[in-house]
């Protein structure tokens, strides 16, 4: 089990849905993370929440819009995605912005656009 | 940019053989992490290395970080079935910031029992 808590575990939506995932920690870490896996490929980083501000977006489109509305809590709201967006979705959170140390990632949201 | 090179991208082995994968990044590395991924799993955080040369076991699995922080390796002893995942290696961004992981692809290992 992870400490690192995401819902939903699998979604599916169309693609003029608007989802949101969410991610929870109480480790009281200062960073959180949004990565995006695709199949038989490693994750990529899409977002960095540093002591609850966004510090950096790897030119993620504009569909995926995250939200920090407190050191325990991450969003990540979907909006008009299209099928090349089907992915495993993960969260993860580390002590602080560029510990030494990780964290966790939590166990994901399977996410299908159709 | 920094790259992070995993061979291999497969092994296949037969339960009680060994198994390794290597790591190599372009730049020097202030640490590397390896996580294991099972099939429809997440990644789960096996380790970090931080020192010049440093090797950590646990249980059958030893990790390794080469003198010059620019390759590490992970060795399993008598694999088995549980064994069964992709392996990824990922080290920190040239900066030197955990804010941004770079992964290996991954070594997808299958265990024949």
């Known amino acids: 089990d992870t400490e690192v808590t995401q819902t939903p575990k699998h979604l599916v939506m169309g693609m003029t849905n608007k989802k949101s995932l969410k991610c929870e920690q109480h480790m009281g870490h200062r960073a959180m993370y949004w990565y995006k896996q695709k199949a038989k490929k490693p994750p990529e980083l899409m977002f960095v929440y540093s002591y609850e501000k966004l510090s950096i977006n790897e030119s993620v489109p504009s569909r995926f819009s995250p939200e920090c509305p407190n050191s325990s809590l991450l969003n990540l709201h979907l909006h008009a995605l299209q099928p090349e967006d089907s992915a495993l979705y993960l969260c993860a959170s580390s002590q602080t912005p560029g510990s030494s140390l990780w964290g966790a990632f939590g166990s994901g949201t399977r996410l299908t656009v159709v | 940019g920094q790259q992070v090179m995993q061979i291999p991208q497969y092994q296949h082995v037969q339960e009680g053989e060994d198994f390794t994968t290597y790591c190599n990044s372009s730049t020097t590395l202030s640490n590397i992490q390896w996580y294991k991924q099972r099939p429809g799993g997440h990644p789960v955080f096996l380790i970090q290395?931080?020192?010049?040369?440093e090797v950590k076991k646990q249980k059958r699995l030893t990790f390794q970080f080469g003198e010059a922080k620019k390759n590490s390796s992970l060795h399993i002893t008598a694999t088995q079935t549980t064994d069964v995942g992709t392996y990824f290696c990922a080290g920190p961004n040239s900066g030197g910031s955990n804010y941004k992981l770079t992964f290996g692809k991954g070594t997808l290992l299958t265990v024949n029992p």
């Open positions: 290395l931080v020192k010049s040369g």
